[in-house]
């Protein structure tokens, strides 16, 4: 099995607190035809405090091939640090990836 490394390769990513963007991720790197996804937001600049419910109030990522569409990601607060963790399977191999995304005026 090869190694990579489990950052997102465009992270970390900068949004507005008034932008709403539904990020992907492709998940060629650690296997094809992800199943089973499930997302959570934490709040790295508040001891990884769960904020999923805030800034994903819709949480519903879809699949399509090897791209992962995340639900819109909103509500962030300024000058703080999210890290997105993404968690799905390819074949028999669970694989939890993350993002960090900083929010700014």
Known sequence: MPIV????K???YV????E???YEITTTPWGSSPTGVSVVAKEITNAFTDVT???FPVN???????????SVL??????KVYRIEVKF???TTVWETYAEVRAEI
């Open 89 to 91: 399977t390819t074949g």
């Open 20 to 22: 709403q963007i539904p």
């Open 53 to 55: 419910a805030t800034v």
């Open 60 to 70: 519903s990522p879809t699949i399509a091939g090897d791209v992962i569409t995340l």
């Open 5 to 8: 490394s489990r950052a997102a």
């Open 10 to 12: 465009e992270s970390p």
């Open 15 to 18: 949004q507005g607190v008034d």
């Open 74 to 79: 909103r509500s962030l607060t300024a000058e």
